[in-house]
């Protein structure tokens, strides 16, 4: 055994999106423990709410995450919702879950194509990212908006989504199907993609459930778990949802689960599309959550289970809001993969639990 | 398929490891920690999940000389929260796994979420003020005016049995002397206002007073349109 060095990697680096730090202990190129370090990012985002009523709030809760911008929305709203006893219509619902799905699809697509550029497939990278955009285009037909949508507010939506609309999703999703097919060929059966995924950075069961491990993560290591098999609003009226799950427990694991996961997102949100009922999108809300009142709430978000906290103080203002990312909770299993790796791997892993660095600090 | 349920339940801090213990031994999944900023310290929040059902449980007005157990023996994932409890709010938290000692976020501001503006404050305590005032005053309005409604509905209770012992006559002709009274009591009443608003008008801005009558004028057409409107649907009828 040589002798034990320490590498910085990040928080600037090549395969980082956003800013994570990490010490890699390391001998003969062998990583022996990973110290992550963040807060390079926090923007207090938090402590905003005590300065933003639960109205305005949603706007700064939907830019905690470029990516998961429609679910932190819809979180937020679901926990004032709880906090202030208020029921949505069920179109709200419905049409919640659909944006929420489909920016699921995108969010998984943008993934695949990162991944690809990681282990060096730069024209399965852009292929994803072209398959991408179609998704991006139907939010801007929808809402008006490619990344920041503002559909949500707290009582339902402000947008409805016609007739005409829903039929070109359908089409748009169809076309996307038949593309993703091919590129999804290239993830799960390409020699070198295999090569470079296969038994890399693995989490056995037991492990995965002892770190709290959520979201593909997680279901990568065969964890059944997914917060949408708990029927939460339009989840509650699909004819049958089961998590997809993996036993590979390693980067190749973590890669089938996220493929997967946008077929089936498609195919929920053509089964809601098909039961969408007609009424009202929004009901109106007034009046100021309790003093020392407490609601909690979990969305599956891309990257897992998300959680969220809300107390109010009487007034228009919440004395407090919590959002607790998919990706903290997942930094444990991170480190966990990490050790015993090979450095050159380092990237590769990390990239797997498709880290969210700004939705962690916020 | 469980449903989602969610509970909160009061704990202190000896007990925390307990609580820990207990939930990895039933087979609980640790959700996260988060810290609440109070005037008696700070709040913790320790959530668990199993099958569907979200358990928090929450210590009060925990102290900068309190010191907190971690639970990361049991569930090491805490530590992300634990360590961010301390860098962020302060709180004293003893044998964290991982501990970053005060670094695992780069932060310029110690201690960032319990630093509270003296604006802040003054809106905290205003916003408090008004709550109290107007819980007091739709206290004293209910009082008052179910106290009002006792008086008036006894004195029509007894007039009505006056009237009931009379001549029949006798009694319609006392009935319309008091339609006739009541009249004459809202007419004056409404002049009596008019007075008033005429004497503020005339205190006024001339520009805004005129756009006052206006207003006045156009609400008044208003009411009056509704008025035949409901006297044409009741013709109707």
Known sequence: MGKATVIPFG?????????????LVV????????????????????????????????????????????GHSMGY???????????IPPRAEYLRT??????????????????????????????????????????????????????????GVVRDIDAAQFREIIGTLEGIKSDYAKICNAFLKDTSVRNRTDGVGYISLEDARALSMVGPFGRASGLPYDVRSLGMGAYGKLSDFQPITSTAGDCYGRMEVRAKEVLQSIDIIEELIAGIPAGDIAVPVKGSPAAGAEASMVLEQPRGECYYYARGNGSKYLERMRIRTPTSINIAGMT?????????????????IDPCISCTER | MSAFTQTFAPISIADIPAMAADRKASGWRFVQVLAVNTENGIDLVYSFMKDGALENFKVEGVTKDDVVPSITGEFLAAFVFENEAH???????????????????????????????PAQLAAREKAKKLAAAKAA??????????????????????MEAKLAAMDPEKAAKVRAAMEAKAKKEAAAKQAEKDAAMEAKLAAMDPEKAAKVRAAMEAKARKAAAAAQTADDAKGGE
């Open chain 1, 98 to 155: 659909i944006w929420h799905e489909l920016s699921r699809v995108h969010s998984h697509i943008l993934w695949l194509g990162l991944a690809a550029d990681a282990f060096g497939f730069e024209s399965l990278f852009m292929h994803c990212w072209r398959l991408r955009e179609r998704v991006l285009n139907i939010f801007e037909k929808t809402t008006g908006g490619r990344v920041i949508f503002s559909v949500v507010c707290v009582g």
């Open chain 2, 137 to 158: 005053k739709e206290a004293k309005a209910a009082a008052g005016e179910s106290a009002a409604e006792a008086s008036e509905a006894s004195k029509a209770a007894d």
């Open chain 1, 336 to 352: 966990t993969a990490l050790a015993g790796c090979d450095l050159a791997d380092v990237n590769m892993i990390i990239l797997t």
């Open chain 1, 27 to 70: 001998e003969d190129e062998v990583v022996v423990e990973a110290i992550p370090q963040i807060g390079f990012i926090h923007r207090g985002l938090e402590k905003l709410v005590e300065t933003r009523d639960y109205n305005q709030f949603i706007y700064v809760a939907e830019r905690i995450c470029g990516i998961c911008a429609f």
């Open chain 1, 77 to 87: 709203a679901q926990t004032v919702e709880e906090l202030m006893g208020v029921e």
């Open chain 2, 87 to 117: 860098d962020l709010f302060g709180v004293n938290i003893k044998d964290i796994a991982i501990d970053f000692g005060g670094n695992f976020y780069a932060l310029s501001q110690k201690e960032p979420m319990t630093v509270i503006s």
């Open chain 1, 11 to 23: 928080p600037q680096h090549p395969v980082l999106p956003e800013p994570l730090h990490l010490d």
